[in-house]
């Protein structure tokens, strides 16, 4: 039989390339290589099979006959390569026949960075679905203009970009220019691994209009170019006397801290010719000033690049983007030679505007909320990341959080299940998933607890059984990794001690708190198997669980009971239901306490608050461990006292013109930190009052969700729930506080079933506590006030 029909014509054979950068020698640290790959169509592109894949061994930037196309690449697992960048179907359809070049610019690290551990220094481009007429014709040159290993951004980070646009072959990038001279590149050994497309498809770009803030003229008065950058830019005189004036200086405001490609166009034409530009890159302004050096950087930062121009008017900016708010652009040069310039910013961002919604009566709660989303998209690219400036870093613990964060916020949580998939292929020797990666790799035993537990959320959340069945083997061997320690039943597992910043970071200290944790994590796993019917693994779990949950009640009695073991252990407890119902006041006033005594609750000197990282400050409380505590209080009642806490402390944050969540509670850490993000979940679940819940999916396979509406104080409130995995489909929420009872209406996409509590009365129906199948469509409800709300 014929592969296909007469009347239907093959698919053309794709054409792929995997060849080395290393033309002469292995490229340092930090160079830049141009690579064209110049292919001539037989006829046009046509219909949804055309396909493009690019990876290369360092950051880098693809243009289609001159026009941007993409970047990458993707953090992979070295093991599965996963890495490749596919460019967007739609600006392949549609290419005319004749001649075409696909460039790339890469910056080649060597050296190990939060994205990616030490990479080959290679590139790959795979052409599939195209009538190619023969086989593309690919060069490279190292561009001579860009000086390497000069200065990293930070040791967490790679290089920034020097270059002198004067000595790089000009238009490159476009169809007709001359690449003759230019190096054949050495393909790959034929069984060396070939990257795949990582499944995420080109991380967009979305044009920021930056704001001018101020203007002036400059001169230098500290040191040659490259004797110390940051230092250099920051001693300049932003205020020179006119006979002094060697340069001008802009600085923008961007609106919030962001990931992004700045790109400065400049004025003057020829004249411009050697003109040097320094774009410089912070989350604050500390005197005004932009600071280039990143904070907290361990080690030597320089968050700035500086390009000479060549006189052809071309825009010029880093290869990699770059993180902060502010941006500040000095130009130096003779008097004249630069007229002005004009800066374009691209953000990098995975999640576009926001399919969920919140808005209640008190608006500092939905100031906390819209901040918490434009935090997590700060932090979201190729990965959902701690921060875009200072580390870029897939830590788990910031992944766990972004969860709940995504789902109330978007459709699409690819991110999460990618973080969740690479962070098992990460586990070390004893099994215990990695809290770091997939580039250089740290094991955390606590983020390890936190992984389990945010898939099998994850699973809750979107019914994704396929992601179960995936990582059950992962699952169990992070349990297995916690051996017991003494003889009263605790556990521990090797790793970084980590629990809370605001925590010792010591393992004897935050055993217990450590140990209930791990009891939650053991009943997740339980269901988590039930859930795949895989009940020999669910009772072997289930019996682990009680045994720890016996341990941990004997450790907490042996220290005088709950209230007295810890602000960390006891909110724990409460949250996983160890605390008994004659304890339970005590240990949430004690929580309740320990909020209102610290900083930013606290407006007394001596109220404790974080300053240093690596020094724990007794009775600190951070944001981060807020989200495994404060919804506890939700539950139990004091929805009160948790939307005070938001309104005060996440307020806190958002004061002296910050419009992103702080990493704690303090102006000196990073200003746009995913793990601070907790209330938007809270707010949406509890107070729109819907959570999914696919482990308790209809007998009919219809999704569950549960009934959780706890109004505190709050008159009134309306917003969106989308649900995960269907573009453009939400629930619609909306009431209104009428005396001893709440009135309103859902709106809903589809048929859902709802779980709900006998104070809640669906469409009329009589109130009975189960689950009701409603309709699509708009419902009315009513829920009765008790003393829990």
């Excluded at 907290?296 to 983007?321: H, I, M, Q, T």
């Excluded at 006033?589 to 974080?610: G, I, K, Q, T, Y």
């Excluded at 809903?748 to 699509?776: D, M, N, S």
């Amino acid at each position: 039989m014929p592969p296909h029909s007469a009347d239907e014509p093959a698919t053309p054979p794709a054409w792929a390339f995997y060849g080395s950068l290393a033309a002469d020698g292995p490229p340092p640290p930090g160079s830049h290589t141009a690579v064209r790959v110049s292919f001539e169509l037989a006829g046009a592109a046509e219909g949804g099979e055309a396909s493009l894949a690019l990876w290369a061994g360092g950051a880098f930037t693809a243009n289609l006959d001159g026009e941007h196309l993409a970047d990458g690449p993707h953090r992979c697992d070295p093991d599965a390569f996963d890495g490749a960048v596919a460019a967007d179907p739609a600006r392949l359809r549609g290419l005319a026949a004749g001649p075409h070049v696909l460039t790339l610019r890469v910056q080649h690290a060597g050296v190990p960075t939060r994205l990616a551990a030490e990479e080959p220094a290679a590139f790959f481009v795979r052409l599939a679905g195209l009538a190619l007429a023969g086989a593309p014709r690919v060069r490279l040159l190292r561009l001579p203009g860009y000086a390497a290993e000069l200065r990293r951004l930070n040791p967490q980070l790679g290089w920034i970009d020097w270059a002198d646009a004067r000595e790089n072959p000009r238009g490159w990038e476009r169809s007709g220019f001359d690449d003759d001279g230019w190096d054949t590149p050495t393909p790959m050994a034929a069984d060396a691994p070939r990257p795949v497309p990582a499944g995420l498809g080109s991380i967009p770009r979305g044009r920021v209009e930056p704001v001018l803030l101020a203007e002036g003229f400059a001169a230098d008065r500290f040191g040659y170019a490259a004797d110390d950058p940051p230092a250099r830019f920051h001693l300049r005189d932003l205020d020179p006397a006119p006979a002094d004036r060697g340069g001008r200086w802009w600085r923008f405001d961007l609106g919030r801290v962001r990931l992004f490609f700045p790109r400065v166009r400049p004025a003057g034409g020829a004249d411009a010719a050697g003109v040097e530009v320094q774009l410089a890159y912070s989350e604050t302004l500390p005197g005004g000033r932009v600071l280039p050096w990143i904070p907290y950087s361990l080690g030597l930062s320089c968050n700035l690049d500086r390009f000479v121009l060549d006189g052809s008017g071309e825009a010029v900016g880093p290869l990699a983007p770059r993180g902060g708010r502010y941006v500040e652009v000095h130009a130096l040069g003779p008097a004249g030679a630069l007229e002005g310039l004009t800066l374009r910013i691209d953000e990098r961002g995975f999640f576009g505007e926001p399919a969920g919604s919140f808005a209640c009566d008190r608006p500092a709660l939905g100031r906390v909320w819209s901040a918490g989303v434009e935090t997590l998209h700060a932090c979201a690219e190729d990965a959902l990341t701690d921060n875009p400036t200072r580390e870029r870093g897939a830590w788990v613990g910031d992944l766990a959080l972004s969860n709940k964060v995504a789902a109330v916020a978007h459709h699409d949580l690819r991110l999460v299940r990618r973080g969740l998939v690479q962070a098992a292929a990460g586990a070390d020797a004893s099994g215990l998933v990695a809290g770091l990666g997939p580039g250089p790799q740290l094991h955390v035993p606590s983020f390890a607890l936190h992984w389990l537990r945010a898939a099998w959320l994850f699973f809750d959340q979107t019914g994704d059984r396929a992601l179960l069945r995936e990582l059950a083997p992962a699952a169990r061997a992070t349990l297995a990794a916690f051996e017991p320690v003494g003889g009263a039943g605790l556990r521990r597992a090797e790793g970084w001690p980590f629990f809370d910043w605001a925590a010792p970071i010591d393992e004897e200290a935050n055993r217990l708190a450590l140990n209930v944790l791990l009891l939650q994590a053991t009943r997740d796993a339980a269901a988590w198997h039930l859930a795949l019917a895989d009940r020999g693994h669910a009772r072997r779990l289930a019996a682990e669980a009680g045994a720890l949950s016996a341990a941990v009640r004997g450790e907490a009695a042996r220290r005088g009971g709950w209230a007295a073991t810890g602000y960390h252990a006891v909110g724990l407890a409460l949250a996983a239901g160890e605390v008994d119902p004659a304890e339970a006041d005590a240990c949430l006033d004690a929580v309740e306490s320990a909020w209102r005594s610290a900083f930013p609750w606290s407006a007394e000197a001596d109220a404790p608050r974080l300053g240093d990282p690596g020094e724990p400050v007794a009775g600190a409380v951070t944001p981060f461990f807020a989200d495994l505590v404060l919804p506890e209080l939700i539950r139990r009642g004091r929805t009160a006292f948790v939307h005070e806490a938001v309104e005060r402390c996440w307020g806190w944050m958002l004061g002296g013109g910050r419009t992103t969540l702080t990493e704690v509670f303090s102006d000196r850490w990073s200003h746009a930190h995913v793990w601070s993000a907790g209330p938007v979940a809270w707010l949406s679940r509890t107070v729109l009052g819907l959570t999914p819940r696919h482990a308790l999916t209809g007998p009919d396979g219809v999704g569950a969700w549960s009934w959780s509406l706890q109004p505190g104080a709050l008159r009134q409130a309306a917003g969106r729930l989308p649900l995960a995995g269907h573009p453009g489909e939400a629930i619609d929420v909306a009431w209104t506080r009428q005396d001893d009872r709440i009135e309103g209406e859902l709106t809903l996409p589809r048929p859902l079933w709802i779980h709900r509590p006998a104070t809640v009365t669906l469409g009329g129906g009589l109130a009975a506590e189960g689950r009701t199948r409603l309709p699509a469509g708009a419902t009315r409800f009513v829920q009765r006030l008790v003393d829990r709300c």
